[in-house]
Antibody, heavy 120, light 110 residues
Framework: EVQLLESGGGLVQPGGSLRLSCTAS????????MSWVRQAPGKGLEWVSG????????YYADSVKGRFTISRDNSKNTLYVQMNSLRAEDTAVYYC?????????????WGQGTLVTVSS | QSVVTQPPSASGTPGQRVTISCSGS????????VYWYQQFPGTAPKLLIY???QRPSGVPDRISGSKSGTSASLAISGLRSEDEADYYC???????????FGGGTKLTVL
C-alpha cells in the first residue's frame, strides 16, 4: 500500500523558513518523480514543484521560484521542500504526491497534507 | 486567475449526466495530457482520469474523460449524491515548464 506522510508544517513568521518532509513507503521510491501541491484555505489546488526520479531535474511554479527548493534522498525514501522568504500567501496545506509510472508531474497518490501558516 | 479555466460550479439531479469543461491553450492542453481529480472537503484529492481518458483501477466506468484541441471535459453519468465534490483538471504547460491545475468546479447533486 502506497503511503506518503508529510511533516514539518507549522506557524512561521513572514520572511521565515521551513522545511517540509515526505516519507514514502509501499513503492520503489527511486523509480518515481514526485511533486508538492498546495491548497490555500478555501481555495483550489496549486502545483508547487516537481523532481524527477533520479533527482536530476527540478521544476517550480513561478510563485515559488527562487524561494523554494525541492530535493529528495532516495536512500531514505524521503522528499523535501525547503521554503525560504515565506509570505502570507504561502499559507496552505502542502501535499506530497507520487507521480504515475510515466513521469508527468501529476499525482497518482497523495499524502494527507501538512498545514503551513505564515503569520506574525 | 488560472491559465486553465473551469466553470466554478456545475449541478445535476440523480441519474443525470453532467459534464465539466476545462479550457486551456496550445502550450498546455493542446500539447499535453489532461488529468482529472476529485476532492471532498477536508480530504486529499483523488486521481479520477489520467492521460485524457484513462481510468485508474477502482474508478467506475460511468466516469469518463475526453480531450479535443485545447479543451477537455469530464463526464459523470448516472449521477449519485456521493459524486458531490470539487473536481480539478490538470496538465503540463510547456511554456511554464510546470504543471497547472484548473480553478476547480464544485459539483452539486440536487
Amino acid at each position: 500500500e502506497v503511503q506518503l506522510l508529510e511533516s514539518g508544517g507549522g506557524l512561521v513568521q513572514p520572511g521565515g523558513s521551513l522545511r517540509l518532509s515526505c516519507t514514502a513507503s509501499g513503492f520503489t521510491f527511486n523509480n518515481y518523480a514526485m511533486s508538492w501541491v498546495r491548497q490555500a484555505p478555501g481555495k483550489g489546488l496549486e502545483w508547487v514543484s516537481g523532481i524527477s526520479a533520479s533527482d536530476d531535474s527540478t521544476y517550480y511554479a513561478d510563485s515559488v521560484k527562487g524561494r523554494f527548493t525541492i530535493s529528495r534522498d532516495n536512500s531514505k525514501n524521503t522528499l523535501y521542500v525547503q521554503m525560504n522568504s515565506l509570505r502570507a500567501e504561502d499559507t496552505a496545506v502542502y501535499y506530497c504526491a507520487k507521480d504515475l509510472p510515466i513521469t508527468s508531474f501529476q499525482a497518482e497518490y497523495w499524502g494527507q497534507g501538512t498545514l503551513v501558516t505564515v503569520s506574525s | 486567475q488560472s491559465v486553465v479555466t473551469q466553470p466554478p460550479s456545475a449541478s445535476g439531479t440523480p441519474g443525470q449526466r453532467v459534464t465539466i469543461s476545462c479550457s486551456g491553450s496550445s502550450s498546455n492542453i493542446g500539447s499535453n495530457y489532461v488529468y482529472w481529480y476529485q476532492q471532498f472537503p477536508g480530504t486529499a484529492p483523488k486521481l479520477l482520469i489520467y492521460r485524457n481518458n484513462q481510468r485508474p483501477s477502482g474508478v467506475p466506468d460511468r466516469i469518463s474523460g475526453s480531450k479535443s484541441g485545447t479543451s477537455a471535459s469530464l463526464a459523470i453519468s448516472g449521477l449519485r449524491s456521493e459524486d458531490e465534490a470539487d473536481y480539478y483538471c490538470a496538465t503540463w504547460d510547456d511554456s511554464l515548464s510546470g504543471s497547472l491545475f484548473g480553478g476547480g468546479t464544485k459539483l452539486t447533486v440536487l
